[in-house]
């Protein structure tokens, strides 16, 4: 069965560091990966997807990047985090269909 | 206007109570549709999935879609504490690979009290 590792569960971090969040997926083939962020009582923000090794798409311009250097990794990376960058991220997969399926989140603070 | 709009809550119930969470959504090319439930600090994890109207129902859940009105809705049968959560839906235009045009509600949170 397809599994998806999200790490770490928690962060704090300082405004100004970089960050570096992994996401890894297991038991599928070339999956379509996502990162999202969700703040506090709203939805879900879609941030980037990728449908391929190298192939990142971004939702909306920020202080965000990503990429995906195999074929079920994916990191969500930032050179200098700003306040605004707190919120809980998520990664998800889906093999092209309507069903997304989620990691467990990182809790990003920074302060 | 939202593309999607969902009470934020709480909602609070007792124990055994039928639990009604409602969507309501302006795109009429939306045709897929899920429900997603969240515990705090925790990853949505699929919950319900239907495509088009209707109703489907997997033990204490049904879910129902009336596109016509633009309207879906999770029923929860005899709630449980453990119930309690964030549903947040979701739906989606098409099939189409990359990008998933999935939308989601800002999600309810739901109380079931002991």
């Known amino acids: 069965s397809q599994t998806i590792h999200q790490w770490p569960a928690t962060l704090v971090q300082p405004v100004g560091s970089p960050l570096s969040l992994e996401c890894t997926v297991e038991g599928t083939s070339n999956p379509n990966l996502y990162w999202y962020r969700q703040a506090a009582g709203r939805g879900l923000q879609l941030l980037f997807y990728?449908?391929?090794?190298?192939?990142i798409s971004s939702e909306v311009p920020q202080n965000l990047s990503a990429s995906r250097p195999q074929d079920r990794q994916f990191i969500l990376s930032s050179k200098k985090l700003l306040l605004s960058d707190s919120g809980f991220y998520l990664c998800a997969w889906s093999l092209g269909g309507e069903k997304l399926f989620f990691g467990s989140g990182t809790q990003l603070s920074v302060l | 206007q939202k593309e999607v709009e969902q009470d934020p809550g709480p909602l609070s119930v007792p124990e055994g109570a039928i639990v009604s969470l409602n969507c309501t959504y302006s795109n009429s090319a939306f045709q897929y549709f899920m429900w997603y439930r969240q515990y705090s600090r925790k990853g949505p994890e699929l919950l319900m999935y239907t495509y088009s109207s209707g109703n489907k129902e997997d033990g204490r859940f049904t879910a129902q879609v009336d596109k016509s009105s633009k309207y879906i809705s999770l029923f929860i049968r005899d709630s449980q504490p453990s119930d309690s959560a964030t549903y947040l839906c979701a739906m989606s235009a098409s099939l189409d690979t990359g990008r998933r045009a999935l939308t989601f509600g800002s999600g309810t949170r739901l109380q079931v009290q002991p």
């Open positions: 990728s449908v391929g090794i190298g192939q």
